[in-house]
């Protein structure tokens, strides 16, 4: 169950232009997109690929799955409000994973990432956020994104990062109640860097003004 | 953070990243805490104690804290770092802190235990033990370790029982930027079994030992990924890794014949006229193997002995080592050429003016996977016993015959002897005797004589 529901990748021959961008998905009870990540190269945004995902109220707001094989993936420009989580990253063959300019605001959780690779021997897993913000603004304000009623935002987290896995786990359909579950052995050397990334509100003591509900808070 | 993952985490490096509004550290993190239960067997899960988080610009906690690390982290309170329990943490204001990666990556990396590990830090200020992953469904645990350390010292990493033949180690980056190798740590390992030959290399390419019996340390070659020093008579090997992204070291004992050649020189003129690298290139001409297969540890007086392997040739790489099925009594036969060669002929080798060879002894060495002895096939007892009752039984059975028809020509003879002359049966008697004893005589002599053919 999702607004948009395409794990596989977007279809790169050069006698066809894809994209799948600038989508909104307005409520799910389940996942807004579920999409492939884009390969680091090969795909420019502008005419090929995934870009500019905007979600608000749902589960998982955007599910990335990897594609095999693939040792860089990205994806960009991603919007995601009001939701339970808002960004899942599993790729499971992935030696760098790189999330660049995301906006996740007034989620239980912004980001999970659990990376893997799937082979023994590798090495040198890294995932990158390059650019983004993860905020805690309980805005009602926004009709089409909140409805009317100021959001709880008590216990929440910006990121949960855990680690890699052995051979990664892709999670595409259906409801999962642990959608970041890991289920094998760690994979060697994996890391996490966040890069010109801007947090805000993120206090243990409920705030004021909208910020009353918002208490418990955590970036980690 | 995943709670799941108990075994092991990521490290997390802020680098220009800001957090507005917020009060840290308490809303940083709260660090979970190592599970006392029997998650990761015996031993508890390691994951939880060894990863950090990096604020690289110190914006999240500026002036005073450039490193977080959980609570149970095992150098924290000894390196002066400072408890804060909002976080269940310490807040660590230095910036030599790392982790060190290293598995096992030989054919038995997820069938031996060598777990949990220990690392010393060398002026016993604090040790690390460090467990393997738990047990998951469909995988075995695999010896694969990370364990949060300060840099720029010397570690006495100790495995439960003999470590992995074949083992790699980095240290996790920092940085999507090369930082240069300002980070280091000196690692001391030591085998169970003395004499062994371990070969490290760097991104496949070997690196030579630094003479055990020189002045130069390991640690003063902190800069370079992959220095290492053997002491074989105890199997202790010392080896630099950096945080170059590119020093990844291999560790791997291998196969090898063991020699030391005394050369008639000193050490001196040993060195005026060549050294070891001419010695190597003489060592490897005369043996007919490549330079890289020669791992030269020490030089030393009396009058100049070298010590130096002779290694089987390694064709594994990091990628595809837990795959590698080497075919020992191949490399076996091959090393016992090399070392029958060195043993008949070595006093005669052409040393490029370094000087008569005088004197050498060998060890052979052949390992399993697991780092034991290898012990080629041999005809056992029962075979032989085997052989023998094979050959007695034919030898028997052709001498039965031979002395039935011997019989039968003797009755014959006396039969037709009565029948011609009537002479008495005393003197048959003993004809036959005589012609009994003198066949099963040579039989006998047979006998031996095809035993000892066998």
């Given at each position: 169950m999702a607004c948009y529901y395409h794990p596989q990748s977007a279809d790169l021959r050069a006698s066809e232009v894809n994209y799948i961008e600038t989508n909104f998905c307005y409520g799910s009870q389940d996942k807004g997109f579920v999409v492939a990540l884009n390969p680091c190269t090969g795909v420019t945004i502008a005419n090929n690929g995934v870009n500019d995902l905007r979600v608000s109220a749902a589960r998982i707001g955007i599910l990335l799955v990897g594609q095999a094989n693939t040792a860089c993936q990205e994806m960009s420009n991603m919007y995601v409000y009001?939701?339970?989580?808002?960004?899942?990253?599993?790729?499971?063959?992935?030696?760098?994973?790189?999330?660049?300019?995301?906006?996740?605001?007034d989620n239980q959780l912004g980001l999970s990432?659990?990376?893997?690779?799937?082979?023994?021997?590798?090495?040198?897993?890294?995932?990158?956020?390059?650019?983004?913000?993860?905020?805690?603004?309980?805005?009602?304000?926004?009709?089409?994104?909140?409805?009317?009623?100021?959001?709880?935002?008590?216990?929440?987290?910006?990121?949960?990062?855990?680690?890699?896995?052995?051979?990664?786990?892709?999670?595409?359909?259906?409801?999962?109640?642990?959608?970041?579950?890991?289920?094998?052995?760690?994979?060697?050397?994996?890391?996490?860097?966040?890069?010109?990334?801007?947090?805000?509100?993120?206090?243990?003591?409920?705030?004021?003004?909208?910020?009353?509900?918002?208490?418990?808070?955590?970036?980690? | 953070m995943n709670p799941q993952s108990v075994d092991s985490k990521g490290s997390i490096n802020l680098i220009g990243s800001t957090c507005t509004n917020c009060e840290l550290p308490k809303s940083l993190i709260t660090f979970p805490r190592v599970p006392t239960d029997s998650t990761c067997g015996d031993t508890p899960c390691s994951g939880l104690a060894n990863y950090y988080i990096r604020d690289n610009n110190l914006v999240f906690s500026p002036g005073s804290a450039l490193f977080y690390v959980p609570q149970d982290a095992p150098f924290a309170a000894a390196e002066g770092c400072v408890l804060n329990a909002d976080i269940q943490g310490y807040l660590c204001n230095r910036n030599d802190i790392g982790v060190l990666q290293f598995e096992s990556i030989s054919r038995d990396f997820d069938s031996r235990t060598v777990w949990p590990v220990t690392l010393a830090y060398d002026t016993a200020k604090w040790t690390s033990t460090i467990n393997a992953p738990k047990k998951w469904d469909n995988f075995n645990r695999v010896a694969r370790f990370a364990a949060m350390l300060v840099t720029g010292e010397r570690y006495q990493l100790s495995f439960n029982g003999q470590a992995p033949s074949d083992m790699r180690f980095s240290m996790q980056q920092k940085s999507n930027v090369s930082a240069g190798a300002s980070d280091f740590v000196v690692i001391n390992m030591t085998y169970q079994i003395s004499n062994i030959a371990a070969r490290v290399s760097v991104s496949e390419l070997k690196r030579d030992p630094l003479l055990a019996s020189g002045s130069s340390t390991t640690a003063d070659y902190f800069s370079t990924c992959g220095a290492n020093k053997y002491f074989q008579q105890n199997g202790t090997l010392s080896f630099v890794v950096t945080d170059n992204p590119t020093c990844e070291v291999r560790v791997k004992l291998v196969s090898s014949v063991l020699i030391s050649v005394t050369i008639a020189t000193d050490i001196a003129a040993f060195e005026v006229n060549g050294g070891i690298e001419t010695f190597r290139k003489a060592t490897a001409r005369f043996l007919g193997v490549s330079t890289d297969r020669i791992i030269i540890t020490n030089v030393r007086s009396g009058s100049t002995i070298v010590d130096y392997y002779v290694t089987e040739t390694v064709t594994s790489t990091v990628e595809n080592s837990t795959e590698e099925n080497t075919n020992l009594q191949q490399v076996y036969t091959e090393l016992q050429q090399l070392n029958n060669q060195i043993q008949t002929s070595g006093t005669s080798m052409d040393t490029d003016g370094l000087g008569s060879v005088i004197g050498v002894s060998t060890t052979l060495n052949v390992i399993n996977s697991d780092g034991s002895t290898y012990v080629p096939p041999t005809t056992t007892p029962e075979a032989d016993n085997k052989v023998a009752i094979i050959v007695g039984v034919v030898v028997g059975v052709l001498g039965a015959v031979g002395l039935g028809v011997g019989i039968y020509f003797i009755v014959k003879k006396c039969y037709l002897n009565k029948a011609a002359t009537g002479a008495a049966p005393q003197q048959a008697d003993v004809n036959v005797s005589n012609e009994k004893i003198h066949p099963s005589e040579n039989r006998g002599i047979n006998y031996e004589s095809s035993q000892r053919n066998i």
């Open positions: 009001n939701s339970q989580i808002g960004i899942v990253a599993n790729p499971p063959t992935t030696n760098l994973l790189r999330l660049k300019n995301f906006f996740l605001i990432v659990r990376q893997g690779f799937g082979s023994k021997n590798s090495a040198n897993i890294t995932t990158i956020l390059d650019g983004g913000k993860i905020e805690l603004r309980a805005r009602p304000g926004c009709d089409y994104c909140y409805g009317s009623t100021l959001v709880n935002c008590t216990g929440s987290r910006g990121i949960r990062y855990g680690s890699s896995t052995f051979n990664g786990n892709t999670i595409t359909n259906g409801t999962n109640s642990n959608p970041d579950s890991i289920d094998s052995p760690s994979a060697y050397d994996s890391k996490l860097l966040i890069i010109g990334v801007e947090m805000l509100n993120f206090k243990t003591a409920a705030g004021t003004g909208n910020l009353l509900t918002c208490s418990n808070s955590k970036v980690f | -």
